[in-house]
């Protein structure tokens, strides 16, 4: 019997983990977690446009150790960046190049770290980035 009471106390465990790692949220503005988030993000978006970023984000969705956001990079001051001298001033000048950016990152080893970003996408870039990661459909707003 006890034996019983602990196997049902564990599966019931198990299942309570697997179904929170499902859950959808937003990390509240201002919350150590957001900002981790944003900082892992912002370091390789920074040097890859050589300009201090900030993000103005529509799409901010964690689910168990992934995140997905997407939103708009922008200058310290709330401008565009300055995309000259980087290798989006080609589709920027054909305007063929959205002032956006998508990102998806997972938390491994205690540390958030970003698995893939996309930025000036003019369609819906990230729409196969969960069977090409394996991760979970729900953080996306959208999939194919």
């Known amino acids: 019997m006890k034996k019983g009471i602990v196997k049902l106390a564990v599966l019931f465990?198990?299942?309570c983990s697997a179904a929170s790692a499902q859950t959808v949220r937003t990390p509240e503005k201002g919350?150590?977690?957001?900002?981790?988030?944003?900082?892992?993000l912002r370091s390789p978006v920074?040097?890859?446009?050589?300009?201090?970023?900030?993000f103005n984000l529509d799409h901010f969705r964690v689910a168990g150790s992934?995140?997905?956001l997407g939103g708009d990079?922008?200058?310290?001051?709330?401008g565009q960046p300055n995309y000259r001298?980087?290798?989006?001033?080609?589709?920027?000048?054909a305007d063929m190049f959205d002032n956006n950016i998508f990102a998806l990152?997972?938390?491994t080893g205690g540390k958030w770290k970003v698995v893939t970003y996309a930025i000036g996408c003019t369609d819906v870039?990230?729409?196969d980035w969960w069977r090409r990661y394996k991760a979970p459909k729900a953080v996306f707003p959208y999939t194919e």
């Open 125 to 127: 870039c990230y729409a």
């Open 13 to 15: 465990a198990i299942l």
């Open 46 to 54: 920074e040097r890859e446009l050589k300009q201090k970023i900030v």
């Open 73 to 78: 990079p922008q200058s310290p001051s709330g």
């Open 85 to 93: 001298g980087t290798k989006y001033q080609g589709a920027k000048d």
């Open 105 to 107: 990152l997972r938390k």
């Open 66 to 68: 992934w995140a997905f």
């Open 31 to 40: 919350s150590p977690e957001r900002t981790e988030i944003l900082n892992a």
